[in-house]
């Protein structure tokens, strides 16, 4: 048992095949633990929110490492924005905690704001990183405006989730949102285009 642990790395975690859609499950996971959080305490579930940030953080840096990988190429500048788009997540995260911890708002407000702001995040990291975090982003979109109109119902945060989970798996090859392409992703569809031109 104490060799698997010693041959484990990150390196070789990154090079599975299937991390990307591990991470997408894992993130389905965490907003669905966030919904049910909120039917125990309020205050449990602003804290969630408030703990789950970094999480997703760190999932989307394990995504773009693992594009890194994939792809042979260090984009510094996709990294840069995803930074930015991150660090103005987290001042604004903190800044509705502040809110909340000056009563001016009450915890399942600040709870469903922080939850409506990693879902304007997660959206524009589908900008950088692809279907799947656009995907996750319209999932919280979608539970946070069923939790404002029916008072979060769990039953329908799983009936949203099927076709979110299914276009997933289905449809991250299809180019059916916006995304930065690298230099190499270009050069590979150039290659081609000029074999299909040849036959």
Request: net charge neutral.
């Amino acid at each position: 048992m104490k060799k698997l642990y010693k041959d484990w790395s990150m390196d070789k975690a990154l090079h599975y095949i299937y991390i990307n859609e591990v991470i997408f499950i894992s993130l389905i996971l965490l907003v669905f633990i966030g919904e049910l959080l909120v039917d125990v305490s309020e205050r449990v579930a602003l804290f969630y929110w408030l703990c789950v940030t970094p999480i997703f953080l760190y999932c989307s840096w394990i995504s773009e490492k693992a594009k890194e990988i994939s792809t042979g190429v260090k984009n510094k500048e996709l990294l840069h924005y995803e930074m930015v788009y991150w660090g103005s997540a987290m001042i604004s995260v903190l800044l509705i905690f502040l809110l909340w911890h000056a009563d001016m708002i009450r915890p399942s407000g600040a709870a469903m704001s922080i939850h409506i702001i990693l879902a304007h995040t997660m959206v524009l990291l589908g900008i950088l990183l692809g279907t799947h975090y656009y995907l996750v982003g319209g999932f919280l979109f979608g539970t946070a405006a069923l939790s404002v109109v029916f008072g979060g119902q769990f039953g329908l945060d799983l009936v949203l989730s099927i076709p979110i989970i299914w276009l997933g798996f289905h449809l991250e090859k299809t180019l059916i949102f916006p995304t930065l392409k690298r230099k190499n992703d270009f050069l590979k569809a150039l290659e081609e285009n000029k074999k299909t031109e040849k036959n």
